[in-house]
């Protein structure tokens, strides 16, 4: 398979909570391993004079957090630690750390809060300068940006996903393959006009330590067909107390929420269909993720096929190959300066579970009830 960007590993800890309490502790410990992570990939000029501080949790709902220079101390929300995504809390986490090297590091205590040295620090850190105050979290942009983009394509792409459940199945094969037709023209169509965007980065899947062969495939199917860069970033992993990785995708907020509904579709068929596949059978290590590379590639090729079939001879429709978008390029190389690239094989690989992946790949229809789109983790917003 092609490389998939990762960051490397940061600091790690030990055993998971088994209370209340206990959880806590595991977030605040968390706390630490993040920041620990964030200073080593700062300049070494930076990140090597920059020293540990005291981790806290308020009770306050007026903001998400703040850094105490007299107390040396980061204090985040109870509410935003206990009720929202660790990338959200990650985020607000990164902006006060910024204040902390802004104070510390470049001196910025004679400048405003939010200064030119605090956005130096931001930049340095890759934090989101505005994640601040009552800012509105993640998800919450997420969903207002898509719901804000409406137009006829995308109007024509949510019918045509509620169309691909249709009980006919060459209607819904049809309907899926138009719709991925259509999400490639509307982005082309925007890269070549240079039209300006907002960019936005989420984690989807869950953090863990570690992560199988056919989850880096699934990254790569991300990247190539719906408009998004994928890369795995060190993340905590709440039930171990340890530091693992994450699949963090970057994009605009409609392709994102795109990329999101086909990762998880896509994890919970492969799911589904392995337990179908393994039931009564010896279950060797590393088959279910032979069997899962099997299905992404049997998807991947049946949208290959489908792309193939509405290229004409003369070429007239290359466009519809995915173009790189230097708007997204840009914001994700200020994000993520240092990135290394690597290849996972597999030294053995099950050849019947793949080969019973791919065909179900092959006969995959990815789909969406007009009943599931919306705000709660849908696709594309209904219709008006």
Same mark, same amino acid.
């Given at each position: 398979?092609?490389?998939?960007?990762?960051?490397?590993?940061?600091?790690?800890?030990?055993?998971?909570?088994?209370?209340?309490?206990?959880?806590?502790?595991?977030?605040?410990?968390?706390?630490?391993?993040?920041?620990?992570?964030?200073?080593?990939?700062?300049?070494?000029?930076?990140?090597?004079?920059?020293?540990?501080?005291?981790?806290?949790?308020?009770?306050?709902?007026?903001?998400?957090?703040?850094?105490?220079?007299?107390?040396?101390?980061?204090?985040?929300?109870?509410?935003?630690?206990?009720?929202?995504?660790?990338?959200?809390?990650?985020?607000?986490?990164?902006?006060?750390?910024?204040?902390?090297?802004?104070?510390?590091?470049?001196?910025?205590?004679?400048?405003?809060?939010?200064?030119?040295?605090?956005?130096?620090?931001?930049?340095?850190?890759?934090?989101?300068?505005?994640?601040?105050?009552?800012?509105?979290?993640?998800?919450?942009?997420?969903?207002?940006?898509?719901?804000?983009?409406?137009?006829?394509?995308?109007?024509?792409?949510?019918?045509?996903?509620?169309?691909?459940?249709?009980?006919?199945?060459?209607?819904?094969?049809?309907?899926?393959?138009?719709?991925?037709?259509?999400?490639?023209?509307?982005?082309?169509?925007?890269?070549?006009?240079?039209?300006?965007?907002?960019?936005?980065?989420?984690? !989807?899947? @869950?953090? *863990? #330590?570690?992560?199988? =062969? /056919?989850?880096? %495939?699934?990254?790569? +199917?991300?990247?190539?067909?719906?408009?998004?860069?994928?890369?795995?970033?060190?993340?905590?992993?709440?039930?171990?107390?340890?530091?693992?990785?994450?699949?963090?995708?970057?994009?605009?907020?409609?392709?994102?929420?795109?990329?999101?509904?086909?990762?998880?579709?896509?994890?919970?068929?492969?799911?589904?269909?392995?337990?179908?596949?393994?039931?009564?059978?010896?279950?060797?290590?590393?088959?279910?993720?032979?069997?899962?590379?099997?299905?992404?590639?049997?998807?991947?090729?049946?949208?290959?096929?489908?792309?193939?079939?509405?290229?004409?001879?003369?070429?007239?429709?290359?466009?519809?190959?995915?173009?790189?978008?230097?708007?997204?390029?840009?914001?994700?190389?200020?994000?993520?300066?240092?990135?290394?690239?690597?290849?996972?094989?597999?030294?053995? !690989?099950? @050849?019947? *579970? #793949?080969?019973?992946? =791919? /065909?179900?790949? %092959?006969?995959?229809? +990815?789909?969406?009830?007009?009943?599931?789109?919306?705000?709660?983790?849908?696709?594309?917003?209904?219709?008006?």
């Amino acid at each position: 398979m092609s490389g998939l960007k990762k960051l490397r590993m940061p600091y790690e800890g030990d055993g998971p909570p088994p209370d209340p309490t206990e959880r806590e502790r595991s977030i605040l410990h968390g706390l630490a391993c993040e920041w620990e992570g964030a200073r080593r990939l700062l300049d070494p000029d930076y990140g090597r004079h920059l020293r540990r501080p005291l981790f806290a949790l308020t009770d306050g709902r007026s903001r998400w957090g703040y850094w105490s220079a007299d107390r040396r101390e980061i204090c985040l929300s109870r509410h935003l630690v206990l009720n929202h995504a660790w990338d959200a809390v990650r985020e607000v986490l990164f902006h006060e750390m910024a204040h902390q090297l802004a104070d510390e590091i470049l001196g910025a205590g004679g400048e405003t809060a939010h200064g030119p040295l605090f956005h130096l620090a931001c930049d340095r850190l890759g934090a989101n300068p505005r994640a601040s105050g009552s800012f509105p979290l993640l998800i919450e942009r997420l969903d207002r940006a898509a719901a804000a983009t409406r137009d006829r394509q995308l109007e024509r792409i949510r019918k045509l996903l509620a169309l691909a459940g249709s009980a006919n199945r060459h209607e819904a094969e049809a309907a899926m393959l138009k719709a991925h037709e259509l999400i490639a023209r509307h982005n082309t169509g925007r890269i070549a006009r240079a039209e300006p965007i907002e960019t936005m980065s989420i984690f !989807v899947g @869950r953090p *863990a #330590l570690r992560h199988r =062969r /056919d989850h880096y %495939r699934l990254a790569a +199917l991300l990247s190539e067909f719906y408009f998004v860069l994928p890369i795995w970033v060190p993340a905590y992993v709440m039930e171990r107390s340890r530091m693992g990785r994450v699949l963090e995708i970057s994009g605009t907020p409609r392709n994102i929420r795109t990329a999101a509904y086909v990762h998880a579709f896509m994890q919970r068929v492969i799911g589904e269909e392995w337990q179908g596949f393994a039931h009564g059978k010896a279950r060797r290590r590393g088959r279910a993720s032979d069997f899962g590379v099997g299905v992404i590639e049997g998807f991947r090729a049946r949208l290959e096929s489908g792309r193939a079939q509405r290229l004409p001879a003369d070429g007239t429709e290359a466009a519809l190959v995915p173009l790189k978008d230097p708007v997204l390029e840009s914001y994700f190389k200020r994000r993520y300066p240092h990135t290394v690239r690597v290849t996972r094989t597999a030294a053995r !690989v099950d @050849r019947r *579970a #793949l080969n019973a992946g =791919r /065909d179900v790949g %092959r006969r995959l229809v +990815l789909s969406q009830p007009v009943a599931e789109i919306g705000a709660s983790g849908g696709l594309l917003p209904p219709a008006e």
